[in-house]
Nanobody, 126 residues
Framework: QVQLVESGGGSVQAGGSLRLSCAAS????????MAWFRQAPGKEREGVAS??????????DYADSVKGRFTISQDNAKNTVYLQMNSLKPEDTAMYYC?????????????????WGQGTQVTVSS
């Protein structure tokens, strides 16, 4: 049984940083895709970042709104994916979800992903 458990959310002031973690059990990264999505109240879920391991390299992708501020990474030994979030803005406030699947993609609400975590709340105050 695949489980994805997010942690690391919280409340910070604008300009602050948080690091989210997603621990996966019953699932191996291999060349599969891991991603972070977020959903703010009243808005559709949107892709934030994705990562896939290739032959000696990692392929990453970011939403335009977080490029240069967020960094996705993964620790294969710990079966954990991270999202380092710097220079946070109030508009980053949302529930953040970890997702896993064979295919990668940040468009839409993430229909290509097979597994989802329960989410961790991030609140950024101005």
């Amino acid at each position: 049984q695949v489980q994805l458990v997010e942690s690391g959310g919280g409340s910070v002031q604008a300009g602050g940083s948080l690091r989210l973690s997603c621990a996966a059990s019953g699932y191996t990264f291999r060349s599969n895709c891991m991603a972070w999505f977020r959903q703010a109240p009243g808005k559709e879920r949107e892709g934030v970042a994705s990562i896939r391991r290739g032959s000696g390299v990692y392929y990453v992708d970011y939403a335009d709104s977080v490029k240069g501020r967020f960094t996705i990474s993964q620790d294969n030994a710990k079966n954990t994916v991270y999202l380092q979030m710097n220079s946070l803005k109030p508009e980053d406030t949302a529930m953040y979800y970890c997702a896993a699947g064979v295919a990668c993609g940040l468009t839409g609400p993430g229909a290509v992903y097979n597994y989802w975590g329960q989410g961790t709340q991030v609140t950024v105050s101005s």
